[in-house]
């Protein structure tokens, strides 16, 4: 008989207790028990997450396992999926965000006939009072395999939407950098980067929670954690830079620049919370060190709008956009 798995979902859990329940509840089919593996990658919580992650180890032991490790951020929780998967392909989901079950039974289905390198899906932001359907694709059919030479428009890649082959992330040694948040990003441009063949699924498999004040997304935690978002920053500056050094598809550049430059430009909206002058001194810092890292991606930056009018008349005109990005954040609250 064979037993090989088709996904590895790799859960990042870090004092989930609340919401884990629900984010394997979604997986727990018996339709698909067999064909993938759930890792509940435990980054040394101290609630009770284990024993939520326990419960369905009992319930489906062939398909969920229980991996507890040292605290090491969202990072780690993921170089300890890729280490562990034996599905053949990878997807990341984190421990307080779920999936829509019927959907995947069907992505399921739809995988064991595929061989693409990289598989997208959309998403589903989930907000408390309201849901936002988000397609990040154009130009491409579903069902039907491209390559980066194709003409098509991945507007970015986002963790909520990737699948990748397992094989390719262990045969290029794809390691993301640990304790720290917002490496998504840095994941998701590796998996983009080591791909060359992409499928499209036009399904809403991902249930994104959003509008916590207590997930790293959240404002107010980001200023908190602005030296984090610096030091992903600052690696995207590098990985964008050795990939272009290395050669990338036409298509394959504008996808991982499209995803890239949305860091950077996270990183600089975080400045500008701010008063003004400590905004700028912030922001004129940091854009300086992307220069000193390469000059390639500081170049390339300037193809961002957004980049482009802090950059202009010198810094001259982060005061007028700190106003207009506060009024923007009270108007939609991101």
Not at 99 to 107: P, R
Not at 145 to 162: A, F, M, P
Not at 287 to 314: A, G, P, T, W
Request: charged share 30%; glycine share 4%.
């Amino acid at each position: 008989m064979n037993n090989a798995k088709i996904l590895t979902i790799s859960v990042a859990a870090y004092n989930v207790e609340k919401t884990l329940d629900k984010t394997l509840e979604s997986c727990n089919d018996p339709r698909i028990r067999s064909d993938i593996e759930v890792l509940v990658v435990d980054d040394g919580s101290k609630d009770n997450t284990k024993e939520v992650a326990k419960k369905y180890e009992k319930i489906a032991p062939n398909t969920f396992k229980y991996v507890q490790k040292e605290n090491g951020g969202h990072g780690s929780t993921i170089n300890k999926g890729i280490e562990l998967a034996s599905g053949k392909y990878f997807k990341v989901i984190d421990g307080d965000d779920w999936v829509d079950t019927n959907a995947l039974v069907k992505f399921v289905d739809k995988l064991k006939r595929l061989d693409s390198d990289m598989v997208l899906t959309n998403h589903v932001e989930v907000y408390p009072n309201r849901t936002n359907k988000v397609s990040l694709i154009k130009r491409m059919n579903a069902n039907k395999e491209y390559t980066w030479d194709n003409k098509i428009d991945i507007k970015r890649v986002v963790l909520h939407t990737l699948t990748v082959k397992t094989e390719l992330l262990k045969k290029n040694n794809v390691h993301i950098t640990e304790n720290c948040f917002y490496v998504d990003v840095e994941y998701v441009v590796w998996a983009t980067y080591v791909s060359k063949t992409i499928t499209y699924l036009d399904t809403y498999l991902y249930m994104y929670r959003l509008g916590n004040c207590n997930q790293s997304v959240d404002k107010n935690n980001m200023l908190k954690n602005i030296e984090m978002q610096e030091k992903v920053s600052y690696q995207l500056v590098r990985l964008y830079d050795r990939f272009t050094e290395n050669g990338m598809k036409i298509n394959q550049d504008s996808t991982i620049f499209n995803t890239f430059k949305r860091s950077i430009g996270s990183t600089m909206r975080t400045y500008l919370l701010l008063n003004t002058r400590e905004a700028k001194k912030k922001i004129t810092d940091f854009d300086q060190k992307i220069y000193n890292i390469s000059e390639v991606s500081y170049r390339r930056l300037n193809d961002d709008k957004f980049v482009r009018l802090i950059r202009s008349n010198n810094y001259a005109m982060i005061p007028l956009v700190k106003i207009l990005y506060r009024i923007w954040v009270l108007k939609y609250g991101y």
